[in-house]
């Protein structure tokens, strides 16, 4: 039923007439918005692989991250100095996970994280503002003490950026020398001259065939020291 509102004097128009004039009273006119809150849109903290956790924590208490870049300089005159380059250094990100409700949990965290640690995947860091992805697990740690650490065990995950290098085909280059080489065809095999033994044997001739050279340090065996020259540290 709707209601309606006489204009009057200090009176602001209202809506009434625009309000709906009946509530959805059973369960097929509700329409389901639960996937549409924030905090129903998928995984929101930890670490992944594939899109599937890896690491069993009840939750993640903390997250920091640092990005930095190397400035290269040189000396000048005067001694001054110029830069002349900036580049972008891997990131680091880290996360700390927390499991309290028993020891078969703390145990069962610890393990997941431990299984991670020494592998070569590449996992991603998810928040719910940003994923960082290509990153490699690079440390972990955790402390405990009587006043910290003994129900409530937090465990921080430190993972590393690892660049992935980008390698593509040089072509239509200034200089035609510049492009990559290029097959068109089969490969030919080619029976190479003689063979490893067949190349030790010449060399070894080849070796046996110079003269030995005169010794310098007196006398030796098989050596023989120029006429005139008493020889270096000869009396």
């Not at 145990?107 to 960082?132: R, T, W």
């Not at 065990?153 to 080489?181: C, K, M, R, Y």
């Not at 030790?200 to 050596?223: I, R």
Request: net charge negative; proline share 8%.
């Amino acid at each position: 039923m709707a209601y309606a509102v006489q204009n009057a004097v200090g009176v602001p128009p209202l809506l009434g007439g625009l309000l709906p004039t009946s509530f959805p009273t059973s369960p097929s006119q509700i329409v389901d918005i639960s996937n549409t809150l924030p905090g129903s849109v998928g995984p929101q903290w930890g670490i992944f692989l594939n899109g599937a956790p890896v690491i069993t924590a009840d939750t993640v208490v903390g997250e920091d991250y640092r990005q930095e870049w190397v400035i290269a300089d040189f000396p000048i005159e005067d001694g001054g100095f110029q830069s002349y380059d900036k580049v972008a250094r891997p990131f680091d990100v880290r996360m700390t996970f927390a499991t309290g409700i028993n020891a078969a949990n703390r145990a069962q965290m610890i393990n997941s994280i431990a299984a991670i640690a020494g592998d070569m995947n590449l996992y991603e860091f998810v928040s719910p503002e940003v994923i960082y992805q290509s990153v490699s697990i690079a440390h972990y740690d955790y402390h405990r003490e009587p006043q910290r650490g003994v129900g409530l065990l937090p465990i921080s995950v430190w993972g590393w950026q690892i660049a992935i290098e980008q390698t593509g085909a040089l072509s239509n280059t200034a200089n035609p020398g510049g492009n990559d080489t290029t097959v068109t065809g089969p490969s030919q095999p080619v029976n190479a001259s003689g063979g490893i033994g067949s190349d030790y044997a010449a060399n070894a001739q080849a070796a046996a065939a110079v003269p030995a050279a005169p010794y310098f340090g007196g006398s030796a065996t098989g050596a023989t020291t120029p006429a005139g020259s008493a020889g270096i540290g000869a009396a």
